[in-house]
């Protein structure tokens, strides 16, 4: 199929999907400015070639981008099933997507988690000052006098999965089990080399749904993925997107 053909094919089965989960990885937010890790200047290539790390504004300052609003479109369509993503960047929920519909399996820059009752919220909200506290790893010891959860008095940590941490069970399981029941899983931006969350894709695939891969570079799914582009984002999902408003509204 050339770009154009894969592109219809792409809209179609998004347009009629039912159980369409979407699963972002860094790539879906270069365009607002953060870099990438394995992209032609993402910070583990530049390291590998000897070169500094790329620049990066402060990430409080970014603003989600087009990508993230497609999906958030995708949602009002009521197309979305689900979002799984890998960024801790925080995009997809200050785009829209609310927690319900979102799961941040390594983590969310701006919130934290009871281990207790498992709530989320703001650092604000938790009365958690980094300057005093730290940042509030899981493996940081416990001071006298720190804040604890809100809802229950439990100990709250920060959401990031750090090296070594456990992913957030509820998160990865509910990932899991959607992946299991979607019908079109579109990878976007994700190179699908960090396990747990990488194996999301294979999982849906083997339980029939259709893999569509947006992402430049090679990826391990290549060989059975359904519709795959070597792409920038930038150059396929609005082309998509704007095929399928017009399936969308003409159905």
Known sequence: MDLEEKIDLAAKWITESERLVVFTGAGCSTSSGIPDFRGPEGLWTRRDKGLPPPKSPPWDQVDPNLNHYAIVELLEMGKLD?????????????????????????????????????????????????????????KDSVREGQPVCPHCGGRIISSIVDFGDPLPYDELQEAIDRSQNSDVFFVIGSSLVVSPAANMPGIAKQNGAKLIIINKGETPYDSITDIGFDNLIEEVLPPIMEKVRKMVKSS
Not at 84 to 96: P, R
Not at 107 to 123: E, P, Q, T, V
Not at 126 to 132: E, F, L, Q, S
């Open 82 to 138: 689900f979002l799984i993503s890998q960024n801790v960047d925080g995009l997809h929920a200050k785009s829209g997507i609310p927690f319900e519909k979102l799961a941040e399996l390594h983590g969310n820059l701006y919130f934290m988690k009871c281990l207790s009752c498992n709530k989320k919220m703001l650092f604000e909200e938790a009365g958690w000052d980094k300057k005093v506290w730290g940042r509030g790893f899981r």
